[in-house]
């Protein structure tokens, strides 16, 4: 409620091949000692760019803009931050296409309005040397034909229908659509005989 | 058709369907702590929305605490800051906070289950991937994120997809010198680390039915390093016997009517599951990580793998966990020079891990330029550990007794790696600068394997010491 559907992204891509990046990475922890989001984009895979030394995808200027970020396997695993989609939002990605993301990741970037896609590992491979050949293409993430499309074709995306949907209805902040159940909240409490203390 | 145990609270705390197959699923237990929640609490404040079910959320401070003097202001004044909002939170919204004046607190997923907070049947929620701990007690419990958070306070509720269930059955028996911690290290090297995305873990077999709750703790803990949001035990007489006299436990008469309820809670006999994998206890040994993620890991005789012997898929990772943790193929696990010691985290710093790894410290002496650091899970346990004279134990082995907090499992206090130093760690994350240092390393291993490395400042199988 609230929240604008979420059809189509379209921009500019990033490609970063390492599989298993888990949100430490992302963020590091001595960077969460604040009590906002503000300004986490600064910090975002802090660690990983310095010790690439300018060779890190963040830091290539073919990229530069981009807000769609192509990744390997099981993406975001790890730790439950918010912190991690929120500091590449903050950074400019828009959207996510990869091999698999981890469940808390993903579910944190639906909750932020941010669509994660996955494609055949082979569709992947072709998608990520086709922004590298070529990074000032257009990349579109498709979510209601359910597709990534770059210059060399078009890609099946899969995406959990619950996410899809509620990027596409624009109930992807879930606050409202939770308190619609009004008193029902109350009435599954009482039938829980815990509640009141058996 | 039998029932599994999470079908059964799953269909109790449904409060309906939501669009595209989510469920909205009551929260019973809602733990907070100062990271993830000051996000939350201003949003929920800009939308003029108050928290709906006060009572049942509580709070603590555990992940920017300082180990080493707890006397405020805290030194760190961003760490002062953090714990300041989340103690003015809890005043405006009427949430128990358990402070360090309350004598109550420590790392969320340690004082949960001591206070009796966490129990069979109910479902959890905590901003905090290891929240998969309390299921332990057969409760289904939710690592979330801070805009959940948001949604749990407002609602009490969380929208989530069912997941699959998958029954590990880990049969016959553990060998001396071997733990939970081997256990569930050794299942994550088995299923890897995304193997369990989408599944809820479901831990049985008779090494399991012989664990203590300390010991399921620890398995369920680290299911998420598994890829499993959640993990789950059934709840036995040795869950019930834990629970009782617990502060938040129900007492009396009460206490044997939760009983009944308890144990109807547990999975049938001939439940469905979505799979199921079996392991044998008795091919467990010490497993220590030599890589970047919990699932890159072996026994302690074993060898750091071969670039070339693993599959193609798996070799760019590999070639990047042995770069960063600066080992080469073929090198015998046993033997790789520590410089830090760590015994603490959510994972293994209760009074039981502590007590395994006083019997090592007993033997000996921490090598000489060894950092070796004792950080207890909870004020609780700090109490305990005392009256037992482990602190003493610990203190006059070289070990440094700390109080309690998340500490150097992930670094968000003072206690952190410095440069490449190499650290044997009983917490759960071994990935690139977890500990604080970016080039930081970390070895996964036991609590009583920490304190072997920290004796002989390098890895040791415990076994060879007790």
Known sequence: MGSDPVVRVSGRGCVLRTHDIDTDRIIPARFMRQVTFEGLEKYLFVDDRAQAKGEHPLDDERFEGASILVVGRNFGCGSSREHAPQSLMRHGFRAFVGESFAEIFLGNCVALGLPCVTLEPADLGTLMDSIDLEPAQEIAVDLERQCVRCRVGTFAAQQAEDARSRLLDGTWDATGVLLEAGDAIESTAAGLPYIEGF | ?466
């Open chain 2, 1 to 466: 058709m039998g029932r599994s145990l999470l079908d059964k609270v799953w269909d109790l705390h449904t409060v309906g369907e939501l669009s595209g197959g989510q469920t909205q699923l009551f929260v019973g237990l809602h733990l907070i702590h100062e990271v993830t929640s000051p996000q939350a609490f201003a949003a929920l404040d800009q939308q003029k929305l108050r928290v709906r079910f006060p009572e049942r959320t509580f709070a603590t401070a555990d992940h920017i605490v300082p180990t080493d003097s707890s006397a405020r202001p805290l030194q760190d004044a961003l760490a002062e800051a953090m714990l300041a909002r989340l103690e003015q939170n809890c005043r405006a919204h009427a949430i128990q906070f358990f402070d360090h004046a309350s004598g109550r607190q420590g790392i969320v997923h340690v004082i949960g289950p001591e206070l009796g907070l966490s129990q069979p049947g109910i479902t959890i929620a905590c901003g905090d991937s290891h929240t998969s701990t309390h299921g332990a007690f057969g409760a289904i419990a939710f690592g979330i994120g801070t805009s959940q958070v948001r949604d749990v306070l407002a609602s009490q509720c969380m929208a989530v997809r069912r997941p699959r269930v998958r029954r590990i059955e880990v049969s016959g028996a553990l060998s001396a010198g071997v733990y939970a911690k081997d256990v569930i290290l050794s299942i994550i090297r088995r299923l890897g680390v995304k193997g369990g995305i989408g599944f809820a873990y479901e831990y049985g077999g008779d090494v399991i039915d012989a664990m203590s709750m300390e010991e399921r703790l620890t398995v369920c803990n680290m299911s998420v390093e598994g890829g499993a949001r959640v993990g789950y035990v059934n709840p036995d007489e040795r869950t019930f016997d834990y629970l009782r006299a617990r502060e938040f436990a129900p007492k009396g008469a009460a206490y044997e009517r939760a009983r009944v309820w308890w144990t109807s809670i547990a999975s049938d006999p001939d439940a469905q599951y979505d799979d199921r994998i079996a392991l044998a206890g008795e091919e467990i040994a010490p497993t220590v990580t030599w890589g970047i993620n919990p699932g890159q890991n072996a026994a302690v005789h074993e060898r750091v793998p071969s670039v070339d012997r693993v599959s193609i898929e798996e070799r760019a990772g590999v070639e990047e966990a042995l770069a960063h943790m600066q080992l080469r193929s073929g090198d015998p696990i046993a033997g790789i020079p520590i410089d830090v010691a760590f015994i603490g985290s959510c994972t293994n710093s209760r009074i039981s891990d502590l007590r395994e790894a006083a019997r090592v410290a007993e033997m000996g002496h921490v090598a000489t330029g060894v950092r070796a650091l004792v950080v207890p899970g909870s004020q609780e346990v700090f109490r305990q550990a005392e009256s037992e004279g482990l602190h003493e134990v610990f203190r006059s082995a070289g070990f440094e007794w700390r109080e309690p907090g998340c500490s150097m499992c992930l670094a968000m206090n003072p206690d952190k790696l410095v440069g490449k130093e190499m650290c044997a760690s009983s917490s759960n994350r071994n990935f690139k600068g977890r500990q604080g240092s970016p080039t930081g390393r970390t070895l996964l291993m036991s609590p009583a394997m920490v304190a072997a490395a920290a004796l002989r400042g390098q890895v040791t199988d415990v076994r060879e010491i007790l």
